[in-house]
Antibody, heavy 120, light 107 residues
Framework: EVQLVESGGGLVQPGGSLRLSCAASGFTFSTNWMSWVRQAPGKGLEWVANIKQDGSEKYYVDSVKGRFTISRDNAKNSLYLQMNSLRAEDTAVYYC?????????????WGQGTLVTVSS | DIQMTQSPSTLSASVGDRVTITCRASQSINSWLAWYQQKPGKAPKLLIYKASGLESGVPSRFSGSGSGTEFTLTISSLQPDDFATYYCQQYNYYSWTFGQGTKVEIK
């Protein structure tokens, strides 16, 4: 059974940093592009970033470029999102999602999400 | 970025109704469109990929159609479990973008 479990969310002050993790199981993690998608409270879905199977390609939504970094460790079956210079508008539930088939951009499995709150 | 616009934003319907949701792209995305269902407090669930491909395990009352800039999600006979919010998503051009969502409510 495919499972994606996010962790690392919490309350952080504006300008602060946070690192999210996503532990994957039930599939061969190294064969899939992976993404982070977020959802602000009461709002719609926003794709944040994705990363190729070997980490050689990464893409970001404009609003997080230069502040967020996506990475992965295939040996640990884990996906990460380093978030720096956080702003109030980054407050959201952050989902880890698998893109499948590889190279396509839709998401067949999602984690349960982790809440990030940016507030003083 | 490509803008995705869904209509309506809210839809009131009864069990057994045929329901259609429309998604329009600001430029052609060929058939690179997915549909998701989301219930409160839960992660989205993939329903349709490549505009009309039914994801495994999804009931056949769900169907998708369209290409280019206009797409539809149809629920042929609305069931109690279908009351939720539905999102379209394009994956033709970065950044991947979602529609604003359509909430299907009980009439």
């Amino acid at each position: 059974e495919v499972q994606l479990v996010e962790s690392g969310g919490g309350l952080v002050q504006p300008g602060g940093s946070l690192r999210l993790s996503c532990a994957a199981s039930g599939f061969t993690f190294s064969t899939n592009w992976m993404s982070w998608v977020r959802q602000a409270p009461g709002k719609g879905l926003e794709w944040v970033a994705n990363i190729k199977q070997d980490g050689s390609e990464k893409y970001y939504v404009d609003s997080v470029k230069g502040r967020f970094t996506i990475s992965r460790d295939n040996a640990k079956n884990s996906l990460y999102l380093q978030m720096n210079s956080l702003r109030a508008e980054d407050t959201a539930v952050y989902y880890c999602a698998r893109e499948s088939p590889p190279g396509f951009g839709y998401f067949d499995y999602w984690g349960q999400g982790t809440l990030v709150t940016v507030s003083s | 970025d490509i803008q995705m616009t869904q209509s309506p934003s809210t839809l009131s319907a009864s069990v057994g109704d045929r329901v259609t949701i429309t998604c329009r792209a600001s430029q052609s995305i060929n058939s690179w469109l997915a549909w998701y269902q989301q219930k409160p407090g839960k992660a989205p669930k993939l329903l349709i990929y490549k505009a009309s491909g039914l994801e495994s395990g999804v009931p056949s009352r769900f169907s998708g159609s369209g290409s280019g800039t206009e797409f539809t999600l149809t629920i042929s006979s609305l069931q109690p479990d279908d009351f939720a919010t539905y999102y379209c998503q394009q994956y033709n051009y970065y950044s991947w973008t979602f529609g604003q969502g359509t909430k299907v409510e009980i009439k």
